[in-house]
Structure formats: structure tokens, C-alpha cells
């Protein structure tokens, strides 16, 4: 554990060097075209640099960190868009900005200085509370899996489901708490998605919402302003959302390949086109209903939750499990947790 800690050490070190550059020389770069060519290997770097890790958890993280977030926001930062333009004032911030999963309230970040943050009465933060819950959640569903043995597969599944959820989540929260501590003001990376009401509500606006801020301005606003003299507004949409759900499919495929280190099915692929497609379908569905008739909250909530914890049992987690991708991260709780206990120990003598 302590020879992956100072390999992480190394890969960030070598991120913030890159950002480094990005800030001092890229940004003074005239012109999309060269400044997109000066940031290749940028993106080069941070697409292997996950691979010297060895660790699902921080290996996982970190590729999401640099290769999805960072890359992303780069894109955008090379055609003057995103969060990152204008170019923030200092360097830390633009590190925080570029790697952090976070999404502020209005594009122009702003800091909060600390003593207007003093007269605001303390107020129960009840979605710290949750979170809580939900990592207490996490734990016992990782003490369950000592009587996998003796469990229904099914519900095998439907726990890793749960686990998945939970654990992205309270990453996310956990890799943007730096960015709180800076003075940013943050929205919430999650909107409780098991209350979604529909596959566009789920996907939309409440699954993961910095990856949906990061898609929509890189592929579906282009793929929708180049498809609409072609194709027309209409089916210019539908293939917007298409083609970010399949960024989205072969993104994570590097990430499968990542944590397998096998070729890849394409099965996560599949997984999000269908995803993808049925968006496309619920969006038409809707616009030729209108206000005529509408499922109630009560049954279209749970078809959207049921369809899409079917599917990822269907194609999103078969690969994981055929090369043993949960038996391993499981086996990393059990080594980061006696790690951190010799080390507690350590200190105390």
C-alpha cells in the first residue's frame, strides 16, 4: 500500500506539471486549432498515467479524474468555453477547476471569502447526514458479501448494484470536498437518483451531473449544431443524445479495461447506446403524447429504476464479474482498512 501511495504521489505531481503548462503557455496560445494541437499530449499523459497505479480505488478515481474530467475540460478549455474560460486568476485555482468533479453555479467561478461564510448562522446540513447514512449503507453491504456463499445471485447483483451507486457517489463527495474548503460553491454531484421519474429525468438530471455538464457542451451541443441543417432540429436532438451516450459507453470501456486489463466486450458500450436510444424513444414518446396522458409518479419511478438496474445486470456488470473485478475490490477494503489501522497505531506509539 505504501509503494501505490507514492505512485499516486508521482501521478499527480506529473497532472499538476501538465496543468502547469496548460496555464502558463497554453492559454497564451492564439487560435482553437494550435492550442488543441499544444494540449495532444496533455491528453496523451493523462490517459496512461492511470495505468502505472495498481489499486481499483485509487486507480479508478484518478482515470475518472484526468481522463473524463480533466481531458473534458480541457477540450473546452482549447475553444474558449467551459468553466475554465476565462482563465481563472491563480494557478491553484485552475488546478481545482480542472480536476475536481464539481460544477458551480455560474460559469465565472468566484471565491467566497471566508468572513461572509463567519455570519451565516450554522444550519443542519442534512445532506452530510445522508451521506453519512449512505457510507454506513456501504459498509454493511461490504460486510454482507462474507455470506455471498449462502445468497441468491440475484440479489448478489442487486447488492453490487447498491454498491456501485453508493461508492460513486461518496467519491465524488470526497473529491470535492478540496474544492469547498477553496470557497467554491458547489452543487451536488448526485439528485438522488432512485426518485427518478424517467430514463431522461434519471440521465439528466440526476445521474452523475458533472460527467452529464461535461457531454453535453463537448459532444451533444456539436453533434446537434453540425446534424441540424442535415438532418433537421428534430432528429438532430435524438442523435445528440445518442452520440453522448456512446462517448459515455467508450469512455467507460477504458475504465473496464482499466480494472480487467483484458480486451474489451463492448458490452458497456451497448449498454449505454441502449440507454441512449430509449432517451431518444421517452423524448418522442413524449412530444407525440404531450399532456394527454402521463404515467403516474408512483409507476413510472420505479419502471425507470427497475429498467435501469436490469440492464446493468444485463450488460454493464457481466465483464466485471467474469474476471473477478468485485472479488478484488472487495479485497482492497480489507488491505486499505488494516492499512489505515497500522498506520493509527503507528502514530499513537
Not at 172 to 198: D, H, I, K, V, W
Request: glycine share 4%; proline share 6%.
Amino acid at each position: 500500500m505504501e509503494g501505490e501511495m507514492e505512485k499516486c504521489i508521482i501521478v499527480w505531481i506529473t497532472a499538476i506539471a501538465c496543468l502547469c503548462y496548460c496555464f502558463y503557455l497554453v492559454a497564451r496560445i492564439k487560435g482553437e486549432v494550435m492550442r488543441l494541437l499544444s494540449l495532444l499530449p496533455v491528453f496523451c499523459l493523462f490517459t496512461i498515467l492511470p495505468f502505472i497505479l495498481n489499486s481499483l480505488h485509487i486507480g479508478i478515481l484518478t482515470l475518472f479524474l484526468l481522463v473524463w474530467v480533466g481531458n473534458f475540460k480541457l477540450i473546452l478549455f482549447a475553444f474558449d468555453q467551459g468553466p475554465l474560460t476565462p482563465l481563472p486568476p491563480k494557478l491553484s485555482h485552475f488546478i481545482c477547476i480542472t480536476f475536481l468533479p464539481i460544477k458551480t453555479e455560474q460559469q465565472q467561478q468566484q471565491i467566497i471569502p471566508s468572513h461572509q461564510n463567519a455570519k451565516k448562522a450554522p444550519k443542519v446540513n442534512w445532506k452530510s447526514v445522508l451521506l453519512v447514512l449512505k457510507a454506513l449503507l456501504l459498509a454493511l453491504i461490504i460486510r454482507s458479501y462474507e455470506y455471498r456463499p449462502i445468497m441468491h445471485p440475484y440479489l448478489v447483483l442487486a447488492l453490487y448494484s447498491v454498491h456501485l451507486y453508493l461508492a460513486v457517489e461518496i467519491i465524488l463527495a470526497l473529491a470535492a470536498a478540496p474544492a469547498r474548503a477553496c470557497g467554491f460553491e458547489l452543487e451536488p454531484q448526485f439528485n438522488e437518483p432512485y426518485l427518478a421519474t424517467s430514463l431522461q429525468d434519471f440521465w439528466g438530471r440526476r445521474w452523475n451531473l458533472m460527467v452529464t455538464s461535461i457531454l453535453r457542451p463537448t459532444v451533444y451541443t456539436p453533434v446537434c449544431r453540425i446534424s441540424t441543417p442535415i438532418i433537421g432540429p428534430r432528429l438532430a436532438q435524438l442523435s445528440g443524445v445518442v452520440a453522448a451516450f456512446l462517448v459515455s459507453g467508450l469512455i467507460h470501456e477504458l475504465i473496464f479495461y482499466y480494472i480487467t486489463r483484458v480486451n474489451p466486450t463492448w458490452e458497456v458500450t451497448s449498454f449505454f447506446v441502449l440507454q441512449g436510444l430509449c432517451v431518444g424513444i421517452e423524448i418522442e414518446v413524449k412530444r407525440a403524447l404531450t399532456d394527454r396522458w402521463q404515467l403516474h409518479r408512483a409507476i413510472s419511478g420505479p419502471l425507470t429504476v427497475v429498467f435501469v438496474v436490469l440492464t446493468c445486470i444485463w450488460l454493464f456488470f457481466p465483464q466485471l464479474r467474469r474476471n473477478g473485478a468485485f472479488e478484488r475490490l472487495i479485497q482492497e477494503y480489507s488491505i486499505m482498512i488494516d492499512f489505515v489501522r497500522a498506520n493509527l497505531l503507528f502514530n499513537k506509539l
